[in-house]
């Protein structure tokens, strides 16, 4: 009888051990749900793009199915994608969504198998502020705002891509521009190094265009062949935001190639 009982523990014992090793074998593997998503992430190329032309850049982000169905991503709002921009100092001088307000609804797209979705998105060179940043080496970063997948939630941002872009040097085209003035008067000078090109200005405060493109008729000869010009600006009192930026911005067409737009701050206002 003691020897049963023996025998009895010894199987227990053995039992115990393998319900041990079983609970474990699985520790550290993802669920199955998890390893489904990853594979339909991995199955999907996200890219983007930033083309610098002389007046502002255009920024591309696209979503490539290669798998052989259709995939579909939602969006919680009608914001797709974050983009900002930054300068070798690391300072933003460039977010998509600033300023901007989005319809807040859930949207979503369908990708069909082998093919793109994509979005485009423009800059025109001025920081927050509303000043021409400095030509030179800047970085992009687009965080693409996909909140499911085939209608399973992500955790995560799977989606982002950091670039490299070089802003054009066009400061041999408009110079020396110098802003006096406040409250809505506004003297604005500076230099153009082509007498022939049409130079045009036209007053926003980001939301709204104050002064209609007008043309910059004066221009008198400097010594060193440039061309000198001055503008004299009035806003009315009923168009002065109470909390935004005035900016004036010049328009240099010729037959050279395509217009330049630059942009200077005349006066913010909060």
Same mark, same amino acid.
């Given at each position: 009888?003691r020897?049963v !009982?023996? %025998?009895?523990?010894l199987?227990?014992a053995?039992?115990?051990?393998?319900?041990a090793? /079983? *609970?474990?074998?699985?520790?550290?593997?993802?669920?199955e749900?998890?390893n489904?998503?990853?594979?339909?992430?991995?199955?999907l190329?996200? *890219?983007?793009?930033?083309k610098p032309? @002389?007046?502002q850049?255009?920024?591309?982000a696209s979503l490539?199915n290669?798998?052989?169905?259709?995939?579909?991503?939602?969006?919680?709002?009608?914001?797709?994608?974050?983009?900002?921009?930054t300068n070798q100092?690391?300072?933003e001088?460039?977010k998509?969504?600033?300023g901007?307000?989005?319809?807040q609804?859930?949207e979503?797209e369908?990708i069909?198998?082998n093919?793109i979705w994509?979005?485009?998105?423009? !800059?025109?060179?001025t920081?927050?502020e509303?000043?021409e940043?400095t #030509?030179g080496?800047?970085?992009l970063?687009?965080?693409?705002?996909v909140?499911?997948?085939?209608?399973?939630?992500?955790e995560?941002?799977p989606f982002?891509?950091?670039i490299?872009?070089?802003?054009p040097?066009n /400061?041999?085209?408009?110079?020396?521009?110098?802003?006096n003035?406040?409250?809505?008067?506004y003297?604005?000078?500076?230099?153009i190094?082509?007498?022939?090109?049409?130079l045009?200005y036209?007053?926003? /405060?980001?939301h709204?265009?104050?002064?209609?493109?007008t043309e910059?008729?004066?221009? @008198?000869?400097?010594?060193?062949?440039?061309f000198?010009?001055?503008v004299?600006i009035?806003? #009315?009192?009923a168009? %002065? #935001?109470?909390?935004?930026t005035?900016t004036?911005?010049?328009?240099?067409?010729s037959?050279?190639?395509?217009?330049i737009?630059?942009?200077f701050?005349?006066?913010?206002?909060?």
């Amino acid at each position: 009888m003691r020897r049963v !009982w023996m %025998i009895l523990l010894l199987v227990a014992a053995t039992a115990g051990c393998a319900k041990a090793v /079983d *609970s474990t074998s699985d520790e550290g593997e993802p669920p199955e749900g998890e390893n489904s998503m990853q594979a339909l992430i991995e199955q999907l190329e996200f *890219s983007t793009t930033a083309k610098p032309l @002389e007046s502002q850049a255009t920024f591309n982000a696209s979503l490539s199915n290669q798998s052989d169905k259709d995939v579909t991503i939602s969006f919680r709002s009608g914001q797709k994608a974050e983009m900002i921009v930054t300068n070798q100092q690391g300072e933003e001088v460039f977010k998509s969504s600033e300023g901007k307000m989005f319809t807040q609804a859930v949207e979503e797209e369908t990708i069909p198998p082998n093919d793109i979705w994509e979005m485009e998105e423009q !800059w025109d060179y001025t920081n927050k502020e509303g000043n021409e940043v400095t #030509p030179g080496t800047y970085q992009l970063e687009t965080t693409l705002l996909v909140d499911t997948l085939n209608g399973q939630s992500l955790e995560a941002k799977p989606f982002v891509e950091t670039i490299t872009f070089v802003i054009p040097d066009n /400061d041999k085209v408009l110079r020396d521009v110098t802003i006096n003035g406040s409250n809505g008067n506004y003297t604005v000078t500076g230099t153009i190094q082509d007498n022939d090109a049409a130079l045009h200005y036209s007053v926003e /405060d980001g939301h709204n265009l104050i002064i209609e493109k007008t043309e910059v008729k004066q221009k @008198e000869v400097q010594k060193n062949g440039s061309f000198s010009y001055k503008v004299d600006i009035t806003i #009315p009192k009923a168009d %002065i #935001p109470k909390n935004g930026t005035l900016t004036v911005v010049f328009t240099i067409e010729s037959s050279a190639g395509e217009p330049i737009r630059k942009s200077f701050k005349l006066e913010s206002f909060s």
